[in-house]
């Protein structure tokens, strides 16, 4: 797993490419390429768990549909020494150094975060992050990082990255899911993003990502629950996604109040979905 440990050489100098990220539109961001040796990505690609796993968890609504696993205890050691990586103190600074953003934490728990997968159909609507750890309650949420892990990615598949503006009124990039490729952004309140338009993949393609978010500490935390955005081209659409947005909601408070788990809330999806089949 040497590799690994190459990371931050491959990722370059963030003093160099700091600039870039601050003055990225429509919010600060980078999109890094190539980032690990091509023997731990063949590794982790093959180590990427089937859904039949037991351990992850459905986020099947009307905002998005995709599976999450967010207990790294149950992935394959390239898996496992990749996410590690990310939350190294040596990765932490680098982190810290391109964004600007000091005192960052890694947060093993990986809350909101892990493996993602994404089935035919599968999408993520536009959204702005909930922006506090879940446990953690002074923990304010300020950097995603996403490491796509989709070899022999086609444009026809979808699922491109899309960064909007803060209006909503248009996409501003596009960023395609290709393997090796790291997308880091600065999360903030109207930091929209999101693949919106569901998947066209054939039989047993999915689309894969490792997702880690960074934090502050801090006495003066701001919590919000993720807010979905619709689209001007969502028509009679954007009624369902205000709905299912408001509803997630309660569900945020639900949780932080508590101590609910997703994977109560994957349960009561699951059956919610059984019900609609049999209609």
Not at 13 to 25: F, I, S, V, W
Not at 114 to 142: K, P
Request: proline share 4%; charged share 20%; net charge neutral.
């Amino acid at each position: 797993m040497s590799d690994v440990s190459n990371v931050c050489r491959a990722l370059g100098d963030a003093t160099a490419l700091r600039d870039q990220y601050r003055a990225a539109e429509p919010f600060p961001h980078i999109v890094l390429d190539d980032v690990l040796g091509q023997s731990v990505l063949a590794q982790a690609i093959a180590e990427f768990p089937d859904l039949d796993s037991a351990q992850w968890t459905n986020y099947l609504h009307i905002n998005e549909r995709k599976y999450a696993n967010p207990n790294i205890d149950s992935w394959g050691p390239a898996l496992q020494q990749i996410a590690q990586y990310f939350m190294s103190p040596e990765f932490i600074a680098f982190v810290e150094q391109l964004t600007g953003i000091e005192g960052l934490l890694a947060d093993p728990s990986l809350d909101g975060g892990g493996l993602h997968r994404s089935i035919h159909g599968g999408f993520l609507n536009i959204h702005a992050d909930f922006t506090a750890h879940h446990v953690h309650r002074n923990w304010q949420r300020r950097v995603n990082l996403l490491l796509y892990l989709n070899d022999d990615w086609r444009a026809e598949y979808g699922g491109d990255l899309e960064l909007w503006t803060q209006d909503m009124t248009h996409c501003v990039e596009r960023v395609a899911p290709i393997a090796n490729r790291v997308v880091m952004f600065t999360t903030t309140g109207d930091a929209f993003h999101g693949h919106p338009t569901p998947l066209n993949t054939p039989q047993g393609v999915s689309r894969k990502s490792l997702a880690l978010y960074y934090f502050t500490e801090g006495d003066h935390t701001v919590v919000r629950s993720t807010n979905y955005r619709a689209r001007p081209q969502d028509g009679w659409r954007k009624a369902l996604i205000y709905a299912d947005k408001q509803a997630l909601h309660g569900y945020d408070v639900a949780k932080r109040r508590l101590g609910l788990s997703d994977d109560f809330a994957s349960r009561v999806l699951q059956r919610v979905q059984r019900l609609r089949r049999r209609r």
